[in-house]
């Protein structure tokens, strides 16, 4: 059965940068699309971003495009989020997810928390 | 871009059936799946596609589809149902892959 195992969040003043990391265990996960998917605190769930299994296609919600990169290292099953230019709004918990809009298996989350 | 338009609260009585929709021009070409969310914890899927369920997943819950509307039923709600709701799908505008619907806070009575 496949796991998500997120890392990277943490406390980042506003206009700083963090870089999250998903390892990916019991699949392969470039055999699949992958997204992040984050969720404000007492609030739903927001689609961030994704990529194709090739890695060649990313995705970005308008609320991040130009500000977040998604990335994957294939050989080490990885899945990256790089966030920028950080505002409190993008305080949440950010998943890890195996599937671009069918999502079967989530990560646990990783916090990230914008703040001054 | 396409919105994903949920009732934000429904409430069941214990063994009773609950329909919870999901309305948005996107599903009138993709199809959605759905996902529950008890607190603190991660999300699960539900269904997808054509009513599809994971292994593991009762029986109790459905999905179907018309026109620009999906939904997911519990037949014969139980105390464990008790959770937030969301669909899923594709973003039909192009802007992004794809976009969760607004949830919907299910309370079994």
């Known amino acids: 059965e496949g796991q998500l195992l997120e890392s990277g969040g943490g406390l980042v003043q506003p206009g700083g940068s963090l870089r999250l990391s998903c390892i990916a265990s019991?699949?392969?996960?470039?055999?699949?699309?992958m997204s992040w998917v984050r969720q404000a605190p007492g609030k739903g769930l927001e689609w961030v971003s994704g990529?194709?299994?090739?890695?060649?296609?990313?995705y970005y919600a308008d609320s991040v495009r130009g500000r977040f990169s998604i990335s994957r290292d294939s050989s080490d099953n990885i899945i990256y989020l790089q966030v920028s230019s950080l505002t409190v709004e993008d305080t949440a918990v950010y998943y890890c997810?195996?599937?671009?809009?069918?999502?079967?298996?989530w990560g646990q989350g990783t916090l990230v928390t914008v703040s001054s | 871009s396409s919105e994903l338009t949920q009732d934000p609260a429904v409430s069941v009585a214990l063994g009773q059936t609950v329909r919870i929709t999901c309305q948005g021009d996107?599903?009138?070409?993709?199809?959605a799946s759905w996902y529950q969310q008890k607190p603190g914890q991660a999300p699960v899927l539900l269904t997808y596609?054509?009513?599809n369920r994971p292994s593991g997943i009762p029986d109790r819950f459905s999905g179907s589809a018309s026109g620009d509307t999906a939904s997911v039923t519990i037949t014969g709600a139980q105390a464990e149902d008790e959770a937030d709701y969301y669909c899923?799908?594709?973003?039909?505008?192009?802007?992004?892959?794809?976009?969760f619907g607004t949830g919907t806070r299910v309370t079994v009575l």
């Open positions: 596609g054509r009513n």
């Open positions: 899923l799908s594709r973003d039909s505008s192009g802007n992004r892959f794809s976009v």
């Open positions: 996107s599903l009138k070409k993709y199809s």
């Open positions: 990529i194709s299994g090739t890695g060649i296609m990313t």
């Open positions: 997810a195996k599937g671009l809009w069918e999502i079967d298996y």
């Open positions: 019991g699949f392969t996960s470039n055999n699949f699309g």
